[in-house]
Nanobody
Framework: QVQLVESGGGLVQPGGSLRLSCAAS????????MGWYRQAPGKQRDLVAM???????NYAESVKGRFTISRDYRNNTVYLQMNTLKPEDTAVYYC???????????????WGQGTQVTVSS
């Protein structure tokens, strides 16, 4: 069974930085895209950043120039470096991955449990 385990959330002051990590483990044959979504209270879950396997990163307009997504392909891990954080970045951040568990298996979407990021003075 596949698991995505996130870490790195917390409370930070405006202008501060945080780094989120997400490691995929379990029965994994192939991983495609890995990325991050976020959901603020009362709002829908929105894409923050996505990094296809071997491709270029995509970012939400609101985080461009402040957030950087990266991957450790050997360890099936994705990171989100968040700089110059703003109160409007406050949300639960969810890790996402599209992957195959077996050779010729279906591609499926997997989600982490979510990690809270709070930006407040």
């Amino acid at each position: 069974q596949v698991q995505l385990v996130e870490s790195g959330g917390g409370l930070v002051q405006p202008g501060g930085s945080l780094r989120l990590s997400c490691a995929a483990s379990g029965t994994i044959f192939n991983i495609g895209a890995m990325g991050w979504y976020r959901q603020a209270p009362g709002k829908q879950r929105d894409l923050v950043a996505m990094l296809p396997n071997g491709g270029s990163a995509n970012y939400a307009e609101s985080v461009k120039g402040r957030f950087t997504i990266s991957r450790d392909y050997r360890n099936n891990t994705v990171y989100l470096q968040m700089n110059t954080l703003k109160p409007e970045d406050t949300a639960v951040y969810y890790c996402y991955s599209a992957l195959q568990e077996h050779f010729r298996g279906d591609w499926s979407a997997y989600w982490g449990q979510g990690t809270q990021v709070t930006v407040s003075s």
